[in-house]
């Protein structure tokens, strides 16, 4: 799902962040935590062995982004394919994608950007209610935030004196939602309403009177109104198509590479 998201969010739905070379998004630091590229890799190599030169790696991540999910137990959701594989991979562009330090303004604008609104915000960042992050992320939240002396006011003090415990090491990883790791529920929103979203971006969705009832909603409704959602918001997501990238596309035969001529 993160690449998913890394991908679409530069140049839109384009398989650009699979592009492997020096400069390329993929190089990016914004990209350094990036997982899954030798997923795409097998499966790109099954896929040519049945149809050759046929179905593009970013239709390909965009297939695997929605199976994941339902592996975890998430919703399923219609991907229309046909999408085309970007030529262009600059890493200087990935460090628009959003770093878990921004605010919910700009987090709202960024959304906007790509035709999707507040709801779709809050929505996809449900799913954070799966994965893990590095200690090193939040650790600011956890000493002398911003000169207070103290952990940031909007972490639970009980949570804040877990994590504090929990990441010693920035090199170690935590559970994005530690309540029910693992499980794509709607547990993620009302640990939100706890003062327990580990990334203060996910908290702030809740401090902010423009996305708060869109948690809310989420929060007290059944898991299933979260899964609509989520999929109807991903199914936009996954929409997000440059219309120059798609007219100078092309089908890669290796994810991680532009094709040659005679390909």
Not at 38 to 63: G, H, R
Not at 134 to 143: A, G, K, P
Not at 237 to 244: K, Q, S, W
Request: charged share 25%.
């Amino acid at each position: 799902m993160r690449l998913h998201f890394h991908d679409c969010s530069v140049r839109g739905c384009d398989g650009s962040i699979l592009l492997s070379h020096v400069g390329s998004e993929r190089t990016s630091k914004a990209s350094k935590t990036l997982r899954g590229f030798e997923v795409v890799d097998d499966i790109k190599k099954e896929v040519e062995k049945k149809c050759p030169k046929t179905v593009s790696c970013a239709d390909i991540l965009t297939a695997a982004s929605r199976d994941a999910t339902v592996i975890q137990g998430g919703p399923y959701w219609s991907i229309p394919y046909g999408r085309k594989d970007g030529k262009v991979s600059i890493d200087k562009e990935a460090e628009s994608v959003p770093t878990a330090h921004e605010n919910v303004t700009s987090l709202i604008e960024f959304y906007q950007s790509k035709g999707l609104n507040a709801l779709d915000l809050v929505a996809l960042s449900g799913a954070h209610t799966i994965g893990r992050t590095s200690c090193e992320t939040i650790q600011h939240r956890l000493y002398d935030y911003e000169g207070t002396g103290k952990p940031d006011s909007l972490l639970d003090e009980r949570y804040a004196n877990y994590l504090t415990r929990k990441c010693r090491w920035g090199s170690d990883y935590v559970e994005l939602e530690g309540m029910s790791p693992g499980k794509f529920n709607n547990q993620y929103y009302k640990n939100l309403q706890k003062k327990m979203g580990l990334l203060r971006t996910d908290q702030m969705l809740y401090a902010d009177s423009r996305t708060s009832p869109f948690v809310n909603a989420m929060a007290y409704a059944p898991d299933s109104v979260f899964h609509n959602q989520f999929a109807a918001s991903m199914t936009k997501f996954g929409n997000i198509l440059d219309p120059e990238v798609q007219e100078g596309g092309e089908v890669r035969a290796d994810c991680g590479y532009v094709n040659s001529y005679d390909y």
